[in-house]
């Protein structure tokens, strides 16, 4: 695919793609939907081509998984060459250097100047179920606090701590046992109806009060959280709050789990996002943008926890798979050459400054944040009372496609538009995908009178 911009050669979608809509709705279950109704032909850093051979600018990088982009080339040549080696033992029958390189690197990487061990499993959900084995086995104790608004997985245990009912729980119970939900840092729609900073971080610290209301902190095993909550729409907890909780969980035993699946491997402007808060947390669970688009997840945490379960205790068939450890050994060395978190806080400035300028102009906007190049926008119908707008959300998704821009909703009321583009964006793509996605909201929105 040549290098360049988007270019749209029939409608969307295309002939092609139109075909295999059809087969795929006879043949596939209808709980796997799709965003955008057009099949990849080709991609290559922010450029997809669908099988018409139009070619669109990706803002959503496989949400999150991307983030050095379609078909990174050192990437490809390292899936290649350890394809032609091996492609599989099972890390508990034989062994491979990868694995534990990658461990060590990680090791070294994540925030805490204190031992660590990793282990690798292969989806995000996998490595959140696996987090949670180890701080239970570790601390002897059984309940889990999540966030509202957060999102962990779909499998029974991590769809128990993810709280968006539709379309993640509806129908799916009964749910796992001793799981405590804890309002979210959700400052544009504060649960205490305060504001940042004259809140003096009440929703941290009502966490003190939790333990009386709803579960006796000696009972809590951990508290999962994620730096920024991802689908529940790029919600950025204000300065201190993990300071607060990191002491909270301190005081009481309780372990700190990180969930850093959508927010690590420069996607925040830092390897992991909770080094913005000064704060390391017991137990980091990785996947995504670790292994440039295979699926890897792993479980970085204190030696001490993550040696807690007795051998052959934690693994799995396909774990930690050579051809995706070696491509995420790639992926660390090009986001460090390349200093990708530095050209992160670059392209998210740019994005923010635009969502501003936005703002300005269209009433629709409610709410501009995010950290580094994890930027959202929220809708609203009114921007006093922040009715939420998903249906102009969608709209704009839809409005955005159909001119060459694949974009992601999120969000707990579905009126996110999350904007995760991949971090070797050229200055023209971004340009260019920020122009239509800018003429969808024109579209959709009413101009600010
Ligand atoms: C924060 C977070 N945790 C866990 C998951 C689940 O990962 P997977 O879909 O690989 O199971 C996701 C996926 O979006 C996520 O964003």
Do not use: W
């Not at 990088?61 to 050095?68: A, E, F, K």
């Not at 939900?181 to 929703?203: H, I």
């Not at 830092?270 to 913005?276: D, G, I, R, S, T």
């Amino acid at each position: 695919m040549q290098e360049g911009n988007l270019s749209l050669k029939t409608g969307i979608p295309g002939p092609l793609s139109a075909k295999y809509q059809e087969i795929k709705e006879k043949n596939i279950s209808r709980g796997v939907s799709n965003l955008v109704p057009f099949l990849i032909k080709e991609g290559k850093g922010a450029l997809v081509k669908d099988l018409d051979d139009n070619v669109y600018i990706d803002f959503s990088s496989g949400i999150s998984t991307l983030n050095l982009g379609h078909s990174h080339p050192e990437i490809v040549e390292v899936i290649k060459k350890q394809a032609e080696k091996f492609s599989h033992t099972c890390f508990l029958v034989i062994m491979y250097e990868s694995y534990i390189k990658l461990a060590e690197q990680l090791n070294k990487l994540a925030p805490g100047d204190f031992p660590k061990k990793a282990a690798f499993f292969n989806s995000g959900a996998e490595a959140v179920e696996n987090a949670v084995k180890f701080a239970r086995r570790f601390s002897k104790k059984n309940a889990i606090v999540s966030l509202e608004c957060g999102f962990h997985g779909r499998t029974l245990l991590t769809m128990t701590l993810t709280s968006k009912v539709r379309p993640y729980k509806f129908g799916y119970g009964p749910f796992a046992p001793e799981i405590y939900k804890l309002p979210s840092p959700y400052c544009y729609r504060c649960r205490f109806g305060l504001t940042y900073p004259e809140c003096n971080l009440a929703c941290a610290y009502y966490l003190e009060k939790f333990f009386v209301t709803e579960c006796p902190a000696e009972n809590i095993a951990a508290i999962i959280v994620e730096p920024v909550q991802g689908e529940g729409g790029f919600i950025v907890p204000p300065p201190g709050y993990f300071k607060v909780i990191r002491e909270i969980c301190d005081k009481h035993n309780i372990l700190l789990l990180a969930d850093e699946i959508q927010t690590a491997f420069g996607r925040t402007g830092k390897m992991f996002a909770l080094e913005h808060s000064g704060v390391a947390a017991d137990l980091i669970t990785v996947a995504k943008s670790i292994a440039g688009g295979l699926p890897l997840s792993g479980v970085i945490g204190r030696a001490e926890v993550m040696d807690a379960p007795d051998p052959g205790e934690i693994g799995g068939t396909y774990s930690g798979n050579p051809i995706a450890c070696e491509a995420a050994l790639k992926v660390l060395e090009i986001i460090e050459r390349e200093d990708i978190c530095t050209r992160s806080v670059d392209v998210g400035g740019e994005i923010v400054s635009r969502l501003r300028q936005m703002q300005e102009r269209y009433s629709l906007i409610g709410d501009v944040r995010g950290v580094g190049a994890m930027v959202a926008m929220e809708l609203v119908r009114d921007p006093k009372t922040k009715e939420p707008a998903p249906d102009e959300t969608k709209m704009i998704v839809q409005e955005c496609y159909k001119n060459g821009l694949i974009t992601l909703s999120a969000g707990i009321f579905g009126n996110v538009i999350r904007l995760l583009v991949p971090l070797v964006i050229t200055a023209e793509q971004l340009a260019t995908g920020l122009d239509i996605l800018e003429k969808a909201v024109a579209k959709v929105g009413s101009r600010v009178s």
